[in-house]
């Protein structure tokens, strides 16, 4: 039998990557649609605005009317946390991909977890998250003798920064060389700043155009760096990594999972 997936921000750029990914596969089906008051196609087909076909699904404002297995979200942190609460209260299972959220909201994740089961990642593309291996691997291998900064870089819409990605990145490297998140992070550079602290490691943002999405991880030793890097062309690789999580979530027990255990990345 299918699994119902429910998705939350439907209607914006990555739900409609999500919408498109639901309809390929064959262990999902799309049972509803969320959007916000103001979203001006209320009433209207999700498939059809999606462009993949009619899906007999409406977009809606009510949290209430969800009824499915799994609620997917990339919906802003405000509306991912009404959504998470009223979906776990039905017994759905969870996947978030919300960025931008304070520890306060992360925590409340945690709590939501514990009573369904729970995918929250920065990141769902399958390539980011052998990325996060890659650069924990870099660091423990090459040691203290080499400074570390990162680089994102996204279109011109994104509102939070750095981007959670570049933020999860961040806390991989500051746990596996000993240092602390984000006390240990140089976020900005400007004037006469002074030598660069032993140990620090620096994330730059980019915002321009329509990047979906692009990360560094630079290791400069002497006489030599190397660059561990992920480009995303389009979205299609966040919602299929979204849309496995769904298939997986679902048959998991309450608990707060990440991507790792999704893919069966180990370490």
Not at 30 to 37: A, C, I, K, R, T
Not at 121 to 133: D, K
Not at 239 to 249: K, L, S
Request: aromatic letters at 6%; hydrophobic letters at 40%.
């Amino acid at each position: 039998m299918s699994k119902r997936v429910v998705i939350s921000g439907a209607g914006g750029r990555m739900g409609q990557s999500i919408v498109s990914q639901v309809v390929k596969s064959e262990n999902l089906t799309l049972s509803g649609g969320l959007e916000h008051p103001g979203f001006s196609s209320l009433g209207s087909d999700v498939g059809v605005f999606a462009g993949v076909g009619e899906l007999k699904v409406l977009f809606n404002t009510d949290p209430e009317s969800m009824n499915g297995d799994v609620l997917i979200s990339f919906a802003t942190p405000e509306a991912t946390l009404e959504h998470s609460k009223i979906a776990s209260e039905k017994g759905l299972a969870l996947v978030i991909g919300t960025t931008g959220l304070n520890d306060l909201q992360r925590e409340e994740i945690g709590q939501i977890a514990k009573k369904v089961p729970c995918v929250f990642a920065p990141n769902m593309s399958v390539g980011v998250n052998v990325l996060f291996r890659l650069i924990k691997d870099a660091a423990l291998l090459l040691g203290s003798n080499y400074d570390i900064e990162l680089m994102e870089i996204h279109h011109d819409q994104k509102v939070d920064s750095p981007s959670g990605t570049a933020v999860r990145m961040g806390e991989i490297l500051s746990n596996t060389i000993g240092k602390t998140y984000p006390k240990d992070i140089v976020f900005h550079r400007e004037g006469i700043v002074g030598k660069r602290v032993p140990g620090s490691i620096g994330i730059q943002t980019l915002r321009g155009g329509d990047v979906p999405g692009e990360h560094t991880a630079f290791f400069f030793g002497s006489g030599e760096r190397i660059e561990i890097t992920h480009k995303a062309g389009n979205r299609d690789n966040f919602a299929a990594g979204a849309v496995r999580a769904a298939d997986w979530v679902v048959d998991q027990t309450p608990g707060l999972y990440g991507m790792n255990e999704v893919l069966g990345i180990k370490g």
